[in-house]
């Protein structure tokens, strides 16, 4: 019974260290264009296989974009591009990227 207790935990461990959500997650607003810029880093080695699966854009609170993926640009991360027209000085806007294997990593940016 010990042994598999033992087993199950290393198991456990072993997937931990594998599995991991982005490392950083940064945004930028062009008020004039009105264009959010998403850069998210999430080094992997194989970016078909573990990679950022969803981002999501929050405004105000409110969820107002999900976008899916089913790989990864390259095996160091991507930057997304969205059109938010209409966002006013004083805003928050969270995006929420979640990792395929486990994890999620956010970022919030108020609205100059």
Do not use: W
């Not at 997937?15 to 998403?38: E, N």
């Not at 107002?64 to 006013?88: C, D, H, M, N, W």
């Amino acid at each position: 019974m010990k042994s598999i207790i033992i087993l199950a935990i290393l198991l456990i461990a072993a997937i931990s260290l594998a599995a991991h959500p982005a490392s950083s997650v940064k945004l930028s607003y062009d008020a004039k264009t009105q264009v959010l810029t998403v850069n998210y880093e999430h080094s992997v080695k194989n970016p078909v296989d573990h990679y950022i699966d969803s981002m999501v854009i929050k405004i105000a609170g409110k969820e107002r974009i999900t976008q899916l993926f089913s790989a990864q640009e390259s095996a160091t991360g991507g930057s997304l591009v969205y059109k938010l027209p209409g966002v006013k000085s004083g805003t928050v806007i969270e995006a929420v990227s979640s990792c395929n294997k486990m994890g999620k990593k956010s970022a919030k940016l108020t609205i100059q």
